[in-house]
């Protein structure tokens, strides 16, 4: 059974409330302030929805990811000084 787009946003409001305490108006006006795109990159999602992203320690939002990007801060177990060096490495 496929869904129309109403009952895809039905669910995807529903998963939004429930994972990351925000509504999909929320999730909207978070991409507003972002430009329509990746708060790192920029880039506009062109299939699916930008990922949440969030403090595990504290559960607050931060803001929406690509998937990319969402993963490599994952990958940095989302630890700033990771980052940092791992950005100082690249300018080398």
Known sequence: MKLDR???????????????GITLADYDRML?????????CGRAPK???LDIDHDHKTGKVRGALCHRCNRGL???SDS???L??????LSK
Do not use: D, E, F, M
């Open 6 to 20: 109403a009952a895809k946003n039905k669910v995807a409001s529903a998963n939004l409330q429930r994972k990351y």
């Open 32 to 40: 507003k302030k972002q430009h329509g795109g990746c708060a790192i």
């Open 74 to 76: 994952a990958w940095y």
């Open 80 to 82: 700033p000084a990771l």
């Open 84 to 89: 940092r060096s791992a950005a100082k490495y």
């Open 47 to 49: 299939t699916r929805r």
